[in-house]
């Protein structure tokens, strides 16, 4: 699977940006896809996943209740929804993709973008 993740950009704090993650390659409906995001200087953290229907996700406690993750199989892409947005979420964004279930863990995942920078200006 190849990964294409896009839509960062500059937002001032509490504003909005949603994040796209479009796949190519190989059958993306049957991949688990989770978002990752790396800041300067500090190690990469898990953001959310999204099993492969869009039946169930699962989010870090710093983000829970201000991003959504979803899908749309028919159109390869995994969106990232962020709202409220905080200073602390400046980073880069990776999408990433996996066979069977989501986890939280960056190694378990096979395929990954190449990022996408989300600067949240205070």
């Known amino acids: 699977v190849q990964l294409q993740a896009s839509g960062g950009g500059l937002v001032q704090a509490g504003g909005s940006l949603r994040l796209s993650c479009a796949a190519s390659?190989?059958?993306?409906?049957?991949?688990?896809v989770g978002w990752f995001r790396q800041a300067p200087g500090k190690e990469r953290e898990f953001v959310a996943a999204i099993n492969w229907s869009g039946s169930s996700t699962y989010y870090a406690d710093s983000v829970k209740g201000r991003f959504t993750i979803s899908r749309d199989n028919a159109k390869n892409t995994v969106y990232l929804q962020m709202n409220s947005l905080k200073y602390e979420d400046t980073a880069v964004y990776y999408c990433?993709?996996?066979?069977?279930?989501?986890?939280?863990?960056?190694?378990?995942?096979?395929?990954w973008g190449q990022g996408t920078l989300v600067t949240v200006s205070s």
């Open positions: 390659g190989r059958t993306f409906s049957s991949t688990a």
């Open positions: 990433a993709a996996k066979d069977g279930g989501y986890t939280f863990r960056p190694i378990s995942y096979a395929f």
